[in-house]
């Protein structure tokens, strides 16, 4: 798969896992629509490292890379990151506790999260030649 269609790939992944979390937030799942939040973020800021041609398997490495090549740099806002690294720790730990542990606010605000961080997302890279 060449890097246009990888990154269309995982602008398709973040939409469908924001409209899987916005189904997870109406349904009551609150721990399933965060984690679906966090995907969408996740697959946001691999698609962005992925048109920079940097490629990183472990979550830990997206989330480090992602703030310092677009926000360190001063491309992305720093709230991207923290939204990032925010719902990594709430995936976290709705996904390995027994009991759910997040609540509606952090859910929606989480969801809403995600589609700001996809429209800065689409924004970047229409603006640098990315469908």
Known sequence: MGKKESIRAFLDKAKRSIEIAELSLKAGSYDFAISRAYYA????????????DMVFKRHSAIIANFAKEFVKSGIFDAKYSEY????????QESDYSEVIMVTQDEALEGIENAKEFLIRTTE??????FP
């Open 41 to 52: 973020a996740f697959y946001c800021a691999t698609a962005l490292l992925r048109s920079s």
């Open 84 to 91: 990032l690294r925010d719902s990594f720790e709430l995936r």
């Open 124 to 129: 970047y890279l229409k603006e640098h030649g």
